[in-house]
């Protein structure tokens, strides 16, 4: 068969669309070794408070990483996007500085921010490991009522963790390959409901009580939770990432 140039031009264009489509993740560059971990960058959640994970950088410091807590812009209620701006620029620096890659722990809605991070500015390309906890990758009722219902006192990040929001449903798919993501909730979970919102394709999902059917760690307390910390620690040091096999001793 031979094709003219109308054909032929017709070809090419199916071609490029096929390619778009069907072709490979637009984060397809390479991995961070996982032999050479960096810094850890931990992510506030909703209001920007740096307490609770003050204590966790403390712990992981306490184990020989340096571990340093963003401080998000204005008072961490406003765009989640702007705020993964701010991680970009905290990674860029680290990575300017010589570090290989980084790992990075975001607490409830800083594991939305780390998300748009890595779906926005490449981050599989220089996160050696992610790990989250109790973070509302698909919204909570709670900031779904507030939109609706009190959308003067629901700011951009409240109104944009309400669930389907547009900026929730731009990143609802699977996380680009190679890369470790720990997502870690608890289902006595006050704050994020459903809990297992916080369940993300292609992560390994543990909500807290399929280990530690005892713990009753509330979502305020998962950053300074012992079992919680432990898991923590491990996921980010051992060789490989991989899901545990029992509640820390």
């Not at 390479?30 to 050479?36: K, S, Y």
């Not at 609706?148 to 006192?153: D, L, V």
Request: glycine residues 12%; negative net charge; charged residues 20%.
């Amino acid at each position: 068969m031979v094709l003219g140039a109308a054909g032929l031009v017709a070809v090419v264009l199916l071609v490029l669309i096929g390619v778009r489509i069907f072709g490979a993740d637009p984060d397809d560059g390479p991995r961070p070794d996982q032999a050479q971990p960096g810094p850890i960058l931990l992510v506030p959640g909703y209001g920007g408070s740096r307490t609770a994970l003050t204590e966790l950088a403390g712990r992981l410091t306490a184990e020989g990483r340096a571990a340093t807590v963003l401080t998000l812009p204005g008072d961490g209620t406003g765009s989640l996007e702007e705020q993964a701006g701010t991680l970009d620029a905290a990674v860029t620096d680290a990575l300017g500085a010589g570090a290989p890659s980084v790992d990075v722990i975001g607490y409830s809605a800083g594991g939305v921010v780390t998300r748009l991070w890595v779906e926005d500015h490449r981050g599989a390309e220089k996160a050696r490991r992610v790990v989250t906890l109790g973070s509302p990758l698909h919204g909570t009722k709670l900031a779904g009522l507030g939109a609706t219902f009190a959308r003067g006192q629901c700011p951009t990040a409240c109104q944009e963790l309400a669930p389907g929001s547009d900026l929730l449903d731009r990143v609802d798919e699977e996380l680009p390959d190679g890369l470790p993501w720990l997502s870690i909730w608890t289902e006595n979970d006050e704050t994020v409901q459903p809990p297992d919102s916080a369940r993300l394709d292609g992560a390994i999902n543990l909500p807290l009580q399929t280990l530690c059917p005892a713990a009753r760690t509330t979502h305020s307390g998962l950053p300074t939770d012992p079992y919680v910390t432990a898991l923590v620690i491990d996921a980010l040091d051992a060789a490989t990432m991989t899901e545990p096999a029992s509640c820390p001793a």
